[in-house]
Protein backbone atom coordinates (compact mmCIF):
# COMPACT_ATOMS: atom_id res chain seq x y z
CA UNK A 1 0.00 0.00 0.00
CA UNK A 2 1.32 3.34 -0.92
CA UNK A 3 1.25 6.34 1.90
CA UNK A 4 1.14 10.19 1.55
CA UNK A 5 1.23 12.90 3.35
CA UNK A 6 -1.93 15.34 3.65
CA UNK A 7 -1.37 18.03 2.55
CA UNK A 8 0.35 20.08 5.78
CA UNK A 9 -1.16 18.22 8.26
CA UNK A 10 1.53 15.81 9.53
CA UNK A 11 -0.72 13.47 8.86
CA UNK A 12 0.24 9.95 6.47
CA UNK A 13 -2.86 7.99 5.03
CA UNK A 14 -3.12 5.17 2.66
CA UNK A 15 -3.99 6.24 -0.62
CA UNK A 16 -6.80 4.12 -0.80
CA UNK A 17 -9.84 5.42 1.71
CA UNK A 18 -12.15 2.88 3.71
CA UNK A 19 -15.07 4.94 2.99
CA UNK A 20 -17.76 3.50 5.51
CA UNK A 21 -21.31 5.19 4.01
CA UNK A 22 -21.80 2.05 2.23
CA UNK A 23 -21.85 -0.63 5.45
CA UNK A 24 -23.89 1.51 7.60
CA UNK A 25 -27.89 2.31 7.60
CA UNK A 26 -28.18 4.53 4.75
CA UNK A 27 -26.69 1.55 2.38
CA UNK A 28 -25.96 -2.40 3.09
CA UNK A 29 -27.60 -1.99 6.66
CA UNK A 30 -24.38 -5.07 7.32
CA UNK A 31 -24.48 -6.37 11.19
CA UNK A 32 -22.56 -4.32 13.59
CA UNK A 33 -19.74 -7.76 13.50
CA UNK A 34 -19.86 -8.19 10.07
CA UNK A 35 -19.32 -4.43 9.02
CA UNK A 36 -16.79 -4.02 11.34
CA UNK A 37 -15.10 -7.08 10.01
CA UNK A 38 -15.29 -5.19 6.63
CA UNK A 39 -13.04 -2.84 7.91
CA UNK A 40 -11.06 -4.29 9.59
CA UNK A 41 -10.05 -6.52 6.31
CA UNK A 42 -9.11 -3.45 5.20
CA UNK A 43 -6.60 -2.40 7.76
CA UNK A 44 -5.24 -5.96 7.63
CA UNK A 45 -4.41 -4.86 3.57
CA UNK A 46 -3.01 -1.71 5.09
CA UNK A 47 -5.52 0.89 4.69
CA UNK A 48 -5.26 3.01 7.64
CA UNK A 49 -7.79 5.93 6.14
CA UNK A 50 -11.15 5.76 7.32
CA UNK A 51 -13.96 8.37 6.18
CA UNK A 52 -17.47 8.75 7.64
CA UNK A 53 -20.23 10.98 8.84
CA UNK A 54 -22.35 11.84 11.52
CA UNK A 55 -25.08 11.11 8.99
CA UNK A 56 -23.96 7.70 7.77
CA UNK A 57 -24.01 6.20 11.63
CA UNK A 58 -21.01 4.04 10.94
CA UNK A 59 -19.18 5.30 14.37
CA UNK A 60 -19.84 1.88 16.26
CA UNK A 61 -18.79 -0.09 12.89
CA UNK A 62 -15.68 1.99 13.21
CA UNK A 63 -15.33 1.72 16.78
CA UNK A 64 -15.10 -1.92 16.41
CA UNK A 65 -12.51 -1.99 14.05
CA UNK A 66 -10.24 0.02 15.10
CA UNK A 67 -10.46 -1.61 18.83
CA UNK A 68 -6.61 -1.68 19.93
CA UNK A 69 -5.29 -0.18 17.05
CA UNK A 70 -3.12 3.48 17.61
CA UNK A 71 -2.41 4.51 14.07
CA UNK A 72 -5.98 4.89 12.19
CA UNK A 73 -6.81 8.26 10.90
CA UNK A 74 -10.47 8.92 10.70
CA UNK A 75 -12.11 11.58 9.41
CA UNK A 76 -15.74 12.57 9.86
CA UNK A 77 -18.06 15.50 8.84
CA UNK A 78 -21.14 16.89 10.35
CA UNK A 79 -23.82 19.44 8.87
CA UNK A 80 -23.88 21.39 11.68
CA UNK A 81 -24.18 24.74 11.51
CA UNK A 82 -24.20 26.52 14.95
CA UNK A 83 -20.44 26.70 17.72
CA UNK A 84 -23.35 24.18 19.98
CA UNK A 85 -24.21 21.76 17.74
CA UNK A 86 -20.65 21.41 16.15
CA UNK A 87 -19.38 21.01 19.67
CA UNK A 88 -22.55 18.18 19.93
CA UNK A 89 -21.44 16.39 17.16
CA UNK A 90 -17.38 16.40 18.02
CA UNK A 91 -18.28 15.46 21.24
CA UNK A 92 -20.64 12.77 20.24
CA UNK A 93 -18.38 11.51 17.30
CA UNK A 94 -15.41 11.11 20.40
CA UNK A 95 -17.88 9.36 22.99
CA UNK A 96 -19.22 6.68 19.90
CA UNK A 97 -15.72 5.94 18.53
CA UNK A 98 -13.68 5.67 21.95
CA UNK A 99 -11.10 8.17 21.34
CA UNK A 100 -9.91 11.15 22.94
CA UNK A 101 -9.22 13.00 19.63
CA UNK A 102 -10.28 12.87 16.18
CA UNK A 103 -7.82 13.28 13.33
CA UNK A 104 -10.44 15.42 10.57
CA UNK A 105 -13.69 16.93 10.92
CA UNK A 106 -14.81 18.63 8.87
CA UNK A 107 -17.83 20.61 7.47
CA UNK A 108 -20.38 18.34 5.66
CA UNK A 109 -21.31 18.94 1.84
CA UNK A 110 -20.64 22.71 1.41
CA UNK A 111 -22.30 23.54 -1.56
CA UNK A 112 -20.76 27.26 -2.55
CA UNK A 113 -18.77 30.33 -0.86
CA UNK A 114 -22.69 31.35 0.69
CA UNK A 115 -22.87 27.81 2.86
CA UNK A 116 -19.24 28.62 3.98
CA UNK A 117 -20.34 31.53 5.12
CA UNK A 118 -23.24 30.41 7.01
CA UNK A 119 -21.13 27.27 8.92
CA UNK A 120 -19.02 30.64 10.10
CA UNK A 121 -19.34 29.61 13.81
CA UNK A 122 -19.02 25.67 13.36
CA UNK A 123 -15.87 26.56 11.80
CA UNK A 124 -14.82 28.30 14.68
CA UNK A 125 -15.82 25.41 17.32
CA UNK A 126 -13.85 23.30 15.07
CA UNK A 127 -11.11 25.62 15.17
CA UNK A 128 -11.13 25.48 18.88
CA UNK A 129 -11.62 22.12 19.07
CA UNK A 130 -8.08 21.96 17.40
CA UNK A 131 -6.33 24.25 19.78
CA UNK A 132 -7.53 22.21 22.34
CA UNK A 133 -6.21 19.10 20.95
CA UNK A 134 -9.63 17.35 19.87
CA UNK A 135 -9.42 17.35 16.83
CA UNK A 136 -6.22 17.40 14.67
CA UNK A 137 -7.51 19.30 10.90
CA UNK A 138 -10.07 20.75 9.95
CA UNK A 139 -11.98 20.64 7.02
CA UNK A 140 -14.67 20.77 4.33
CA UNK A 141 -16.24 18.64 1.48
CA UNK A 142 -18.34 19.12 -1.39
CA UNK A 143 -19.28 18.53 -4.57
CA UNK A 144 -18.21 22.17 -5.78
CA UNK A 145 -16.12 23.42 -7.70
CA UNK A 146 -16.54 26.81 -6.24
CA UNK A 147 -16.20 25.20 -3.06
CA UNK A 148 -12.54 24.38 -3.20
CA UNK A 149 -11.78 27.40 -4.99
CA UNK A 150 -13.16 29.21 -1.96
CA UNK A 151 -11.49 26.81 0.54
CA UNK A 152 -8.21 27.03 -1.54
CA UNK A 153 -7.52 29.87 0.00
CA UNK A 154 -9.01 30.05 3.62
CA UNK A 155 -6.16 29.15 6.34
CA UNK A 156 -8.43 27.97 8.65
CA UNK A 157 -9.06 25.19 6.23
CA UNK A 158 -6.37 21.76 6.54
CA UNK A 159 -8.22 19.71 4.29
CA UNK A 160 -10.54 19.35 1.50
CA UNK A 161 -12.87 16.26 0.57
CA UNK A 162 -14.32 16.86 -3.14
CA UNK A 163 -16.02 15.25 -5.48
CA UNK A 164 -13.73 13.89 -8.80
CA UNK A 165 -13.94 10.61 -11.40
CA UNK A 166 -12.64 10.23 -14.56
CA UNK A 167 -16.35 11.35 -16.08
CA UNK A 168 -17.37 14.28 -13.77
CA UNK A 169 -20.25 12.98 -12.27
CA UNK A 170 -21.68 14.37 -9.56
CA UNK A 171 -20.21 17.66 -9.71
CA UNK A 172 -21.95 20.24 -9.10
CA UNK A 173 -20.67 23.36 -11.39
CA UNK A 174 -18.22 21.82 -13.71
CA UNK A 175 -16.31 19.23 -15.75
CA UNK A 176 -13.17 16.52 -13.75
CA UNK A 177 -11.07 18.80 -15.71
CA UNK A 178 -12.41 21.99 -13.33
CA UNK A 179 -12.49 19.77 -10.28
CA UNK A 180 -9.12 19.20 -10.99
CA UNK A 181 -7.66 22.16 -12.08
CA UNK A 182 -9.66 23.82 -7.91
CA UNK A 183 -7.86 20.47 -6.56
CA UNK A 184 -4.31 21.42 -8.24
CA UNK A 185 -4.47 24.74 -6.57
CA UNK A 186 -5.45 23.69 -3.60
CA UNK A 187 -3.06 21.11 -3.27
CA UNK A 188 -0.51 23.93 -3.81
CA UNK A 189 -1.70 25.89 -1.27
CA UNK A 190 -1.04 23.14 1.45
CA UNK A 191 -4.05 21.47 1.91
CA UNK A 192 -4.59 18.37 1.88
CA UNK A 193 -6.51 16.87 -0.56
CA UNK A 194 -8.81 13.65 -0.48
CA UNK A 195 -11.72 12.66 -3.07
CA UNK A 196 -14.83 10.72 -3.01
CA UNK A 197 -16.74 9.09 -5.56
CA UNK A 198 -14.10 7.79 -7.57
CA UNK A 199 -16.33 5.38 -9.20
CA UNK A 200 -19.48 8.01 -9.33
CA UNK A 201 -21.44 6.01 -6.81
CA UNK A 202 -21.12 2.63 -8.59
CA UNK A 203 -21.63 4.19 -12.33
CA UNK A 204 -18.41 3.42 -13.49
CA UNK A 205 -17.80 0.42 -11.54
CA UNK A 206 -18.58 -1.40 -15.58
CA UNK A 207 -15.37 0.78 -16.06
CA UNK A 208 -13.65 0.62 -12.57
CA UNK A 209 -10.15 -0.34 -13.48
CA UNK A 210 -9.79 3.11 -15.85
CA UNK A 211 -11.46 4.99 -13.59
CA UNK A 212 -9.25 4.08 -10.22
CA UNK A 213 -6.41 4.00 -12.28
CA UNK A 214 -6.86 7.53 -13.84
CA UNK A 215 -8.01 8.84 -9.98
CA UNK A 216 -4.53 7.19 -8.85
CA UNK A 217 -2.43 9.25 -11.89
CA UNK A 218 -3.58 12.19 -10.07
CA UNK A 219 -0.47 13.46 -7.94
CA UNK A 220 -2.15 16.36 -6.40
CA UNK A 221 -4.67 14.01 -4.91
CA UNK A 222 -3.20 12.23 -1.06
CA UNK A 223 -6.17 9.25 -0.94
CA UNK A 224 -9.09 8.34 -2.24
CA UNK A 225 -12.31 6.91 -0.40
CA UNK A 226 -13.97 4.44 -1.91
CA UNK A 227 -16.76 2.60 -0.34
CA UNK A 228 -16.63 -1.27 0.11
CA UNK A 229 -19.01 -3.70 1.38
CA UNK A 230 -17.77 -7.04 0.94
CA UNK A 231 -14.00 -8.37 1.55
CA UNK A 232 -14.02 -8.86 -2.36
CA UNK A 233 -14.57 -5.64 -2.55
CA UNK A 234 -11.27 -4.70 -0.32
CA UNK A 235 -9.55 -7.38 -1.97
CA UNK A 236 -10.16 -5.90 -5.41
CA UNK A 237 -9.51 -2.12 -4.17
CA UNK A 238 -6.56 -2.78 -2.42
CA UNK A 239 -4.64 -4.62 -5.44
CA UNK A 240 -5.81 -1.98 -8.13
CA UNK A 241 -4.26 0.78 -5.51
CA UNK A 242 -1.14 -1.41 -5.18
CA UNK A 243 -1.23 -1.43 -8.71
CA UNK A 244 -1.69 -4.90 -9.58
CA UNK A 245 -3.33 -6.19 -12.03
CA UNK A 246 -6.78 -7.66 -11.52
CA UNK A 247 -8.44 -11.31 -13.32
CA UNK A 248 -11.51 -10.84 -14.72
CA UNK A 249 -12.53 -13.62 -12.17
CA UNK A 250 -11.67 -10.85 -8.99
CA UNK A 251 -13.50 -8.28 -11.12
CA UNK A 252 -17.01 -10.66 -11.42
CA UNK A 253 -16.69 -11.72 -8.06
CA UNK A 254 -16.79 -7.74 -6.51
CA UNK A 255 -19.22 -6.29 -9.17
CA UNK A 256 -21.58 -8.50 -7.92
CA UNK A 257 -25.31 -6.97 -8.46
CA UNK A 258 -25.63 -3.47 -9.59
CA UNK A 259 -27.16 -0.53 -7.20
CA UNK A 260 -30.18 0.99 -7.41
CA UNK A 261 -32.32 3.34 -5.08
CA UNK A 262 -35.54 1.48 -3.95
CA UNK A 263 -38.69 3.53 -3.52
CA UNK A 264 -41.32 1.57 -0.96
CA UNK A 265 -45.01 1.84 -2.24
CA UNK A 266 -45.87 3.29 0.95
CA UNK A 267 -43.85 6.75 -0.52
CA UNK A 268 -46.57 9.31 0.08
CA UNK A 269 -44.49 11.99 -1.92
CA UNK A 270 -43.80 14.64 0.71
CA UNK A 271 -40.84 15.79 -0.77
CA UNK A 272 -38.56 15.54 1.76
CA UNK A 273 -36.23 13.47 0.28
CA UNK A 274 -36.19 15.40 -2.69
CA UNK A 275 -35.20 18.86 -1.06
CA UNK A 276 -31.88 17.41 0.78
CA UNK A 277 -30.74 15.91 -2.31
CA UNK A 278 -27.40 17.00 -3.34
CA UNK A 279 -27.45 16.03 -6.82
CA UNK A 280 -31.18 17.13 -7.38
CA UNK A 281 -31.75 13.74 -8.37
CA UNK A 282 -35.09 13.00 -6.93
CA UNK A 283 -38.69 14.44 -8.55
CA UNK A 284 -41.93 14.36 -6.94
CA UNK A 285 -44.46 12.50 -9.54
CA UNK A 286 -47.88 12.23 -8.79
CA UNK A 287 -47.32 11.66 -5.29
CA UNK A 288 -43.81 9.62 -5.15
CA UNK A 289 -40.54 10.36 -5.32
CA UNK A 290 -38.92 9.04 -8.59
CA UNK A 291 -35.25 8.65 -8.48
CA UNK A 292 -33.79 10.39 -11.89
CA UNK A 293 -30.81 7.85 -12.88
CA UNK A 294 -28.69 10.21 -14.64
CA UNK A 295 -28.04 12.68 -11.73
CA UNK A 296 -28.10 10.22 -8.87
CA UNK A 297 -24.63 9.01 -7.27
CA UNK A 298 -26.47 6.66 -4.59
CA UNK A 299 -25.10 8.18 -1.88
CA UNK A 300 -28.17 7.24 0.20
CA UNK A 301 -28.64 10.57 2.23
CA UNK A 302 -32.09 10.75 0.70
CA UNK A 303 -33.06 7.68 2.79
CA UNK A 304 -31.78 9.56 5.98
CA UNK A 305 -34.44 12.55 5.47
CA UNK A 306 -37.30 10.28 4.40
CA UNK A 307 -39.66 10.19 7.63
CA UNK A 308 -41.47 7.13 6.40
CA UNK A 309 -38.04 5.20 5.47
CA UNK A 310 -39.12 5.23 2.11
CA UNK A 311 -35.56 4.75 0.26
CA UNK A 312 -32.55 3.04 0.59
CA UNK A 313 -29.90 2.10 -1.76
CA UNK A 314 -30.27 -2.10 -2.47
Known sequence: MEYRLLGRTGLKVSRLCFGALTIGPLQAKLPLRSGSAIIRAALTAGVNFIDTAELYETYPYIREAIKGSSDIVVASKSYAYTYEDMRRSVQDAL?????????????HEQ???LTLRGHHDALVYLLDAKAQGLVR?????THAVEVVKAAAAMPEVDVIHPILNIRGLGILDGTAPDMLTAINTAEAA???????????????????????EWIRRQDSISAVAVGMQTKAEVDLNCSLFAGQAVVEAAWQKARGKKRRVLVEDHCVGCGACAAKCPMGAIMIS????????????????CGAYCPDFCLKII
Not at 190 to 212: C, N
Not at 286 to 301: E, F, I, N, S, T
Open 111 to 113: VSC
Open 137 to 141: AVGVS
Open 95 to 107: RQIGRDYIDIFML
Open 286 to 301: RGKAVPQPGRCVLCGY
Open 190 to 212: GKGIYTMKALGGGHLIPDAAEAL
